[in-house]
């Protein structure tokens, strides 16, 4: 099993598709046997998928995650869990541990419209890409 966390300075990085890296488990009978950060070198949105693959992860956590990208991922066999925050290490282990706190209707849907806000941080209350809301016209 490998699991890809959307990764910065230790923690499950807020947007999917804006990720610079990911760090990436390997898994074995249950425990973590190695783990390395790789970058994404600028790739965005649909292509992270992709890339997912060719490191043969099949399972992702992250922070919020847009529906275009939560299909993509669906379409190439990746399970997901969204909506989670804090250390991507305490992360996995809570997922093999099957305690991870997690939202399965995650959506960061600031997508659906035009920007007027400026620069998003998915993830922190002003924004809500961690829930349901989007609060830049607010």
């Known amino acids: 099993m490998k699991i890809a966390v959307t990764y910065q300075n230790g923690d499950v990085f807020q947007h999917f598709g804006h990720t610079e890296q990911f760090k990436i488990y390997s898994v074995e009978n249950g425990k973590v046997t190695d ?14 998928a992709g890339m997912l693959c060719e490191w043969k992860v099949d399972t992702l956590i992250c922070g919020g995650i ?18 989670v925050s804090g250390s991507a290490d305490e992360a996995v282990a809570s997922l093999l541990s099957e305690t ?4 399965p209707n995650v ?15 998915c993830g922190e209350e002003k924004h809500g890409c961690s ?8």
């Open 131 to 138: 829930g349901n809301e989007h609060h830049c016209h607010s």
């Open 35 to 48: 783990s390395q950060v790789v970058p994404t070198n600028g790739s965005g949105h649909g292509a992270l």
């Open 100 to 103: 991870l706190v997690y939202n």
């Open 66 to 83: 847009g529906a275009g990208a939560q299909n993509a991922l669906h379409e190439a066999g990746i399970k997901w869990y969204g909506g």
């Open 107 to 121: 959506r960061c849907n600031h997508h659906d419209h035009e920007h007027r806000c400026g620069e998003h941080h």
